[in-house]
C-alpha cells in the first residue's frame, strides 16, 4: 500500500527519465520493476500512434491502462509482447526491457518473449481443439512438459488456476469452443499461464462478458496476483479502481498520468484526467 | 514434400531419355479414313498374337505423314495411314530426317459418296455438275470465271430436283475433301476445255480453280463426325452428304449413295473401277523400325493376308473394297520384304 | 388533413409497385432455376434413355464339339498347343449344324456372321478353364454380333422393307429360330465393364478407359495437390506484399482462364520433345492436367486460408507459435474443407478434360488395358469421343452408356467434395 509518505519520495527520487532511480528503488524496498519503457513511440505507416512513452510495470501487481478510445492503450500493451510484429507497417522505437532485457533486440526471439509475456484477447479465442488440448498446446509448443502424466498435471494446474477445473474436470475432451462465453475467457486463460509466463496481459478481456463471469474474472485477476504481474488494458473506470493497483491514463497517444491507483482517482494532477474521471468525456 | 516429389518427378524424366527405353508397342497414325481398317488389323493382331495391341491414332493423312517423317526413334511413329499416296516434297522431308527406307502398301480401294436421304428420289449426276454446284469459281455465260451463281440444283442443269443446293462434307483437314476435290470437282472441272487448257499454262491457279469450294454457304463444313452426317440427312430429306462408302454400308438402311455418270456406289463398282469417285488407300512403314519395335513384320503380315484384305475379308465386312488378286500379291511380296518404296 | 391522405395514397400505389416487382423478381428466379431444372433433364433423359440398354448384350449359345484331335492332335496338354488350334472353325460348324439347310457360300457367310468375331477367343477361354470339355459336344454361350444384337433389342425394325435394313430377310428367319429355340439370349454386359476398347461393338467396354483415367488422376492429384497447397499457403502467409508477389497473383488467376488445350501444347512441345517422356502415357497426362488444375486448387486455397478468423492465428503468435507453426498446426487444418473441396472440384474437371490430351497422344485406339503409369492410355471422356465418330450402329448406344459412367464418377466425386465439407465445417 502506498502511503503519501512514499508518494513524496517517488517524486524525489526520479532520475532524468521520469522514473525511479535503480537505489531508490532497492533502499526503499519498492515492489520488482517488471518491465520499464522509455520514449516508446508507434508508427502505422505515416500516423503516429504513440508519442513517447515512459511507464513502468511492477510485478505482482495490476496495471490497469485506461483512457478513451483509440488513445493508444492496446497499442502499448501489444508492444509489449510485440505482437506489433504482425501488422505490415508498424514501426516501434524506444526502450523496452523486460526484467533488463531489452524486449526488441535484433538476438531475442519473440518466440522466447511469448513464453514469458503471455496475452489474453478482448474476445474469448479459444481453438477449435477439446478443452485439454486447448491448455496443453503452449507446453507442448514449448516442449516444456516431460511426460504425459507431467502434461496432465500442467493442465490440471492451470485449469485450477483460472478457476476452471471443477467445471470442465470430466470432460477435457469437450471442445473448447462449446463452452459459455466466460469459461472460454477463462479457458484462455489457462492456455495463457500454461506455459508459466512471467507477465500476463490482457486486453479488455470482461468487454464481451456479462456482469457475472466479469465479477468472476476480476476475482480471478486477485488470485493471479500472487504469481504473475498483469496489465489489463479496459474501458471501464470502475473495474480499473477495482482490480488495479497502479493506473496509467493515456489520451491521444499520450501518457498523460500514471500512479498508484487510489491516486489516480481520488487526486489526479492533471486536468484532463480529471474530466476524463468525472465522466465529462469518454 | 513437393520439393522431393519435383525432384523425382525430374528424376523420372530424365531417364525417358531418347533411347532409354525400347517401346514395345507399334504406333501407328496418320489418315482418318483408314483408321477402322488399320484398328481393326490392330485388334485381331493383338488378339491372335503375343504381341501388345498398337496404338492407332487417327492425325489426318497430312498430319501422319509429317510425323512419319520427322525422324528415325521410339518417340517417332513407326507405321503412317494415307488416302492419299505420299508426295514428293514430303519423301523429300523423309530423306533430311533419316528416314530413308519405307515401305508402301496399298490397302484397298475406298468409294467417296454423295449421299441423300432414302426419303428422297435418288439422285443421278455427273461431275461436271458436281464441279458447277459445288465450285467456288465457275465459268460464267461468256467463259470467264464468276463467282458461282447457282442456288439450286435445276440451275445447274435442268434434269435435276428444283431443290436448294445443300451439301454437307468435312473440312479442309480432311483427306477425304482433298480426294472428293481431286476426284469429283477436278474430274468435272477438267471438263471445260478453257480450264484444261489452263493446266499448261498456270498449274497453280488450275488446282485453285479446280479444288476451291464455295463458301457461300451451299456447301456446309460438318466436322470429321460422320455419323454426325447421316443424322442431319435424315432429318434434312434434301440435303446431301459427302463421306466415305464404308459409312453408306453400315448406314444403308437410312441412306442411299446418288449415281454418277450412271454409276451407283456399290461394292462392285468401286472394285472395278467404274465408279468414278475413288481412290486408292495407303500405309506406309518405317523399316528402320523393323527389328527394334517388335511385331511389325508379323503386323504387315496380319494385314496383307487374304483374310484380312481379301475379298471376303474381315476388312471387306468393315467397308473396303479390295484390290485385285494380282495387286494384293504384289504388295504382299513387298511387305515381306520390306522394299523400299520408289516414287 | 389531406397531405397526410395522399401522402398515404402515395405510399400505398408505390407499395403496390413494390410488390409487384418483387413478385416479378421471385418468378424470374423461379423461372431461371425450372430452366436450368428442364435442361439437366433433359441431359439425363437423353443419355439415359440412348444408354441403358447398353448394359445389357445379346448371346448365343452354340454346341460346339471341342473336337480333340483338332485341339489336342499329339495329346500333350500344353495350353499353348491348344491356344493355336481353330475356334473359328468349331463355331462356324456349330452354326453349321444348327441350320443344315444353308448352302450356298453366300449364305454361309452371312450365317457365321451371327455370332460376334470374338466368339473364337472365348472358346478358346473356356476349353483353357476347362480342360474337361474336351473330346466334349457341349453347349456353351458366346457374345451374339452387334446386328443381332440391334435386332433383338429393337434398334434394328423386322417390319421395314428388306433393302432398307442390314439384316436381311434370311437372317431375320434364323434369328427367329433360334430365339424360338431358346439359344438368344439377353444377359447383363458384363464386357462393358471388363473390356477396354474394341472395333467390334460387341466386345467393346470401358475397363481400358477407367482404368487410364485412373492412372492419369492419380498423378494429377499427388502433383497439383502438394504444389498447390504449398503455393497458397506462401501466398497468403508468407509472401511480401510487393510488387513481384502482385505479378505473381495476376498471373495464377490468368492462368486459369488459359484454355486447356494449350496445356496440350506446352506437353508436347516440352514433356514429350524436349524431356523425352513416353508418347500417350498416363504419366504426362497427368502432368498437363496438373498444371491445368493447379491454379484451381490455388485459388480455393487462398480463399480457404483466408476465411481462417485471424483471432486464431492472434492466440497462436501470443502463446509464443512461429509463423510457421501458426499455419501448419491452426490455419492449414482449419483451411483443409476449402482446400479439399477446391482439390475435388479441379479434379472432377480434369476428369472431363479432352482437348489437352489430344496433344499429347492419348486420342487413340488403345486396346489393351494400362497397367502402370508408362503404358499407352486414354481416358473417358476420350473413349466417348472416339465411339461418338464410329459408324457401327451399336456404338451410339454404348456411347450414351459410357457417358453414364462418366456422368456416375463426376456426381460420385462432387457429392465427396459436399460430404467433406460437411462433415470438417467447424464453428468458432
Redesign the interface.
Known amino acids: 500500500m502506498m502511503t503519501a509518505e512514499t508518494k513524496t519520495t517517488n517524486e524525489a527520487h526520479m532520475d532524468e527519465d521520469g522514473g525511479l532511480t535503480d537505489d531508490t528503488v532497492v533502499s526503499m524496498n519498492l515492489p520488482h520493476l517488471t518491465f520499464r519503457t522509455r520514449n516508446v513511440e508507434v508508427f502505422y505507416g505515416e500516423t503516429q500512434a504513440l508519442f513517447g512513452i515512459d511507464l513502468d510495470i511492477f510485478r505482482n501487481q495490476v496495471t490497469a491502462l485506461i483512457g478513451p478510445s483509440g488513445c493508444g492503450k492496446s497499442t502499448y500493451l501489444r508492444c509489449l509482447n510485440r505482437m506489433n510484429d504482425t501488422i505490415d507497417g508498424c514501426c516501434v522505437t524506444g526502450i523496452i526491457e523486460l526484467d533488463g532485457d531489452d524486449v526488441y533486440d535484433k538476438a531475442l526471439d519473440p518466440v522466447h518473449l511469448r513464453a514469458r509475456v503471455g496475452m489474453v484477447f478482448q474476445k474469448a479465442n479459444p481453438f477449435p481443439k477439446s478443452i485439454y488440448d486447448n491448455t496443453a498446446y503452449g507446453p507442448r509448443l514449448h516442449g516444456l512438459a516431460d511426460s504425459k502424466a507431467d502434461l496432465d498435471d500442467v493442465v490440471e494446474g492451470s485449469l485450477t488456476k483460472a478457476g476452471l477445473w471443477d467445471e470442465v474436470k470430466d470432460r477435457l475432451d469437450a471442445p473448447g469452443t462449446g463452452l459459455s462465453g466466460g469459461q472460454q475467457q477463462r479457458l484462455c486463460i489457462a492456455r495463457a499461464i500454461a506455459v508459466e509466463p512471467d507477465v500476463i496481459l490482457m486486453d479488455e478481456p470482461c468487454s464481451a462478458l456479462d456482469p457475472i463471469a466479469t465479477a468472476r474474472i476480476e476475482e480471478l485477476m486477485d488470485e493471479l496476483r500472487e504469481n504473475y504481474t498483469i496489465v489489463i488494458v479496459t474501458h471501464s473506470m470502475q473495474q480499473a479502481a477495482r482490480v488495479s493497483q497502479r493506473t496509467a491514463f493515456f489520451h491521444l497517444g499520450n501518457l498523460v498520468e500514471s500512479g498508484d491507483t487510489e491516486q489516480i482517482f481520488t487526486k489526479p494532477s492533471d486536468q484532463r484526467t480529471q474530466d476524463y474521471i468525472t465522466g465529462r468525456f469518454g | 514434400m513437393h520439393k522431393r516429389t519435383l525432384m523425382l518427378a525430374t528424376l523420372a524424366a530424365f531417364t525417358f531419355g531418347d533411347h532409354a527405353i525400347a517401346r514395345d508397342q507399334i504406333r501407328i497414325v496418320g489418315s482418318s479414313t483408314v483408321y477402322p481398317f488399320a484398328t481393326t488389323v490392330a485388334e485381331q493382331f493383338g488378339k491372335s498374337t503375343g504381341f501388345k495391341t498398337p496404338v492407332v491414332e487417327s492425325t489426318g493423312s497430312g498430319g501422319g505423314l509429317k510425323l512419319f517423317c520427322s525422324g528415325v526413334g521410339v518417340e517417332h511413329p513407326d507405321i503412317t495411314n494415307a488416302s492419299r499416296r505420299i508426295k514428293k516434297s514430303e519423301v523429300e522431308k523423309c530423306h533430311k530426317n533419316g528416314v530413308t527406307s519405307v515401305t508402301e502398301i496399298k490397302v484397298g480401294y475406298d468409294g467417296i459418296v454423295m449421299a441423300n436421304s432414302k426419303a428422297s428420289a435418288v439422285m443421278t449426276i455427273t461431275r461436271k455438275q458436281i464441279f458447277l454446284a459445288l465450285a467456288k469459281d465457275v465459268p460464267g455465260p461468256d467463259g470467264k470465271l464468276i463467282a458461282n451463281p447457282n442456288k439450286t440444283w435445276r440451275d445447274v442443269d435442268a434434269n435435276l430436283p428444283n431443290v436448294k443446293i445443300e451439301v454437307l462434307g468435312p473440312p479442309p483437314t480432311s483427306g477425304t475433301r482433298d480426294a472428293f476435290a481431286e476426284l469429283a470437282l477436278e474430274g468435272g472441272c477438267k471438263k471445260f476445255p478453257a480450264i484444261k487448257a489452263m493446266k499448261k499454262k498456270n498449274k497453280k491457279s488450275y488446282k485453285a480453280v479446280c479444288h476451291s469450294i464455295r463458301e457461300d454457304g451451299a456447301y456446309v463444313e460438318a466436322g470429321e463426325n460422320d455419323v454426325l452426317i447421316v443424322r442431319k440427312l435424315e432429318a434434312n430429306p434434301n440435303a446431301f452428304g459427302v463421306f466415305g462408302y464404308s459409312f453408306l454400308d453400315q448406314n444403308s438402311d437410312k441412306v442411299q449413295g446418288s449415281l454418277i455418270e450412271g454409276k451407283k456406289p456399290t461394292f462392285e463398282n468401286i472394285a472395278e473401277g467404274a465408279y468414278p469417285v475413288s481412290r486408292p488407300l495407303y500405309f506406309y512403314v518405317k523399316n528402320a523400325h523393323v527389328g527394334s519395335v517388335p511385331g511389325i513384320k508379323e503386323y504387315l503380315a496380319e494385314f496383307t493376308a487374304d483374310k484380312a484384305w481379301g475379298e471376303e475379308g474381315y476388312l471387306t465386312d468393315k467397308g473396303l473394297i479390295p484390290m485385285p488378286e494380282a495387286e494384293r500379291n504384289k504388295f504382299k511380296t513387298d511387305a515381306a520384304a520390306f522394299n523400299n518404296l520408289s516414287m | 388533413m389531406t397531405d397526410r391522405s395522399t401522402k398515404s395514397a402515395k405510399v400505398a400505389a408505390s407499395l403496390r409497385r413494390r410488390h409487384a416487382a418483387e413478385r416479378r423478381f421471385r418468378l424470374y428466379g423461379m423461372g431461371a432455376v425450372a430452366f436450368a431444372l428442364a435442361c439437366l433433364g433433359l441431359l439425363f433423359f437423353t443419355v439415359v434413355s440412348k444408354g441403358y440398354t447398353a448394359f445389357q448384350q445379346t448371346y448365343v449359345k452354340l454346341p460346339i464339339y471341342f473336337d480333340a484331335g483338332d485341339i489336342d492332335p499329339k495329346n500333350s496338354g500344353d495350353p499353348k498347343v491348344w491356344a493355336k488350334a481353330n475356334y473359328q472353325g468349331m463355331a462356324k460348324k456349330s452354326l453349321r449344324g444348327l441350320f443344315p439347310d444353308v448352302k450356298k457360300r453366300r449364305d454361309k ?1 452371312a450365317l457365321y ?1 451371327l455370332a460376334s ?2 466368339a473364337a ?1 472365348e472358346l478358346r477361354a473356356i476349353v483353357r478353364e476347362n480342360p474337361d470339355l474336351v473330346g466334349t459336344t457341349t453347349d456353351v454361350w458366346v457374345t451374339a454380333d452387334d446386328d443381332v444384337d440391334m435386332f433383338i433389342k429393337g434398334y ?1 425394325r423386322g417390319d ?1 422393307a428388306e ?4 439384316i436381311s430377310n434370311k437372317e431375320m428367319a434364323w434369328i427367329e429360330a433360334l430365339v424360338a429355340d431358346g439359344r438368344l439370349e439377353k444377359r447383363f454386359n458384363t464386357t462393358f465393364f471388363s473390356a477396354g476398347d ?3 461393338p460387341e466386345l467393346a467396354g470401358v475397363w481400358g478407359a477407367a482404368a487410364g483415367s485412373f492412372f492419369t488422376l492419380l498423378v494429377t492429384l ?2 497439383a495437390f ?2 498447390g497447397v ?1 503455393a497458397a499457403i506462401y501466398l497468403e502467409e508468407f509472401a511480401p ?1 510487393n510488387k513481384l508477389t502482385q505479378v505473381i497473383e495476376i498471373n495464377i488467376n490468368n492462368l486459369a482462364a488459359v484454355p486447356s488445350i494449350v496445356f496440350g501444347l506446352l506437353g508436347l512441345a516440352v ?3 524436349f ?6 502415357a498416363p ?1 504426362v497426362g497427368g ?1 498437363v492436367l496438373a498444371l491445368m488444375t493447379l491454379p484451381t486448387i490455388i485459388i480455393a486455397g487462398r480463399a480457404a486460408i483466408k476465411s481462417v ?1 485471424p ?12 509463423r510457421s ?1 501458426v499455419v501448419f ?2 490455419v492449414l487444418p ?1 483451411a483443409m474443407p476449402g482446400v479439399l473441396t477446391g482439390t475435388i472440384i479441379g479434379m472432377a474437371q480434369a476428369l472431363g478434360e479432352t482437348a489437352p490430351l489430344l496433344m499429347i ?1 492419348m ?6 488395358i494400362p497397367g502402370g503409369f ?1 503404358d ?1 492410355a486414354t481416358v473417358l471422356p476420350v473413349q466417348i469421343y472416339l465411339w ?6 451399336a456404338f ?1 448406344e454404348r456411347t450414351s452408356a459410357a457417358i453414364m459412367v462418366l456422368l456416375g464418377f463426376l456426381i460420385m466425386m462432387n457429392l465427396t467434395a459436399v460430404w467433406l465439407r460437411k462433415k470438417f465445417e ?3
Open positions: 457367310r456372321k468375331s470374338g477367343y434394328i421395314v433393302n432398307e435394313r442390314r474394341s472395333r467390334e499427388a502433383l502438394p504444389i504449398a506484399k514433356f514429350l520433345n524431356i523425352g517422356m513416353p508418347r500417350s504419366l502432368v478468423p483471432s486464431i492465428r492472434e492466440a497462436a503468435l501470443g502463446l509464443g507459435a512461429s507453426q498446426h491452426h482449419l497422344g486420342v487413340a485406339f488403345i486396346v489393351d508408362t499407352p461418338a465418330d464410329s459408324p457401327e450402329r451410339v467447424r464453428r468458432w
